[in-house]
């Protein structure tokens, strides 16, 4: 059940990643790299290679898959996995159980909500419309089609600035440790969730301040968090 903190917390705002965190997006990914594989002839990767490929930019795991650095192919790469993504990959997807709650609780009791993707922000905004959590977001911000802000640190700071939100006021919630590590070094807090793409052992290293076992446990774990110092505090 979720619940929340009888003391009422003063609310947060919160970076939400989106595949592995708020939807499994895997069968439209793996399916998508495979097309774009094939088109290539390169070799079709085992599944738990194309799960590593949630969450990550996709140039970086298709110059992984590809065994290069070569920026050419890589793109070719990616237009080969758009023709079948843009038509019925985005779609492929399904809301993990227990986030369309945990996403009404943290609205109604005033936490501010952004979606912080590495996912290209045409598919991100068609992906939480599609599920209706276009409502409860305040904004969807993720990567060009051409790779501006495939860096989830650059990502985070670019919501920062445009929103002009203090960092420290902020938590990235995200299932990889490119999500904990751009919420550090962006001076926000991060909370790892472990019903995603990434193990406990990744977001520990990663340095996550807090990790949520399953969305039902998120509100109370958001709650536990220790508030961070003001800015400027010693």
Not at 93 to 106: F, K, Q, S
Not at 126 to 148: E, N
Not at 163 to 190: F, T
Not at 204 to 212: I, P
């Amino acid at each position: 059940m979720i619940g929340c903190n009888p003391t009422m917390p003063a609310p947060r705002t919160l970076l939400l990643d989106l595949d592995g965190t708020l939807t499994d997006n895997f069968e439209g990914i793996a399916r998508s790299i495979r097309h774009a594989l094939s088109a290539l002839g390169a070799p079709e990767p085992d599944a738990a290679t194309l799960r590593q490929c949630v969450g990550p930019p996709l140039r970086h795991s298709f110059a992984r898959l590809l065994a290069t650095d070569d920026a050419a192919q890589i793109e070719v790469a990616i237009g080969h996995y758009r023709e079948r993504f843009a038509n019925v990959g985005w779609s492929e997807n399904v809301v993990y159980r227990g986030i369309d709650e945990v996403v009404t609780a943290l609205a109604a009791r005033g936490d501010t909500l952004y979606l912080c993707t590495s996912k290209p922000q045409p598919y991100a905004e068609k992906i939480v419309a599609r599920f209706g959590f276009l409502p409860y977001l305040s904004g969807v911000y993720g990567a060009d089609l051409a790779g501006t802000l495939d860096d989830k640190a650059e990502l985070v700071a670019h919501l920062l600035a445009r929103e002009r939100l203090a960092a420290n006021a902020c938590v990235m919630i995200g299932d990889r440790e490119h999500d904990v590590r751009a919420a550090r070094a962006n001076g926000a807090q991060a909370i790892g969730v472990l019903w995603g793409y990434g193990s406990r052992a990744e977001l520990e290293r990663a340095g996550a301040h807090a990790l949520a076992a399953a969305p039902d446990a998120l509100v109370g774990v958001l709650d536990a968090l220790a508030a961070p110092a003001p800015a400027g505090a010693p």
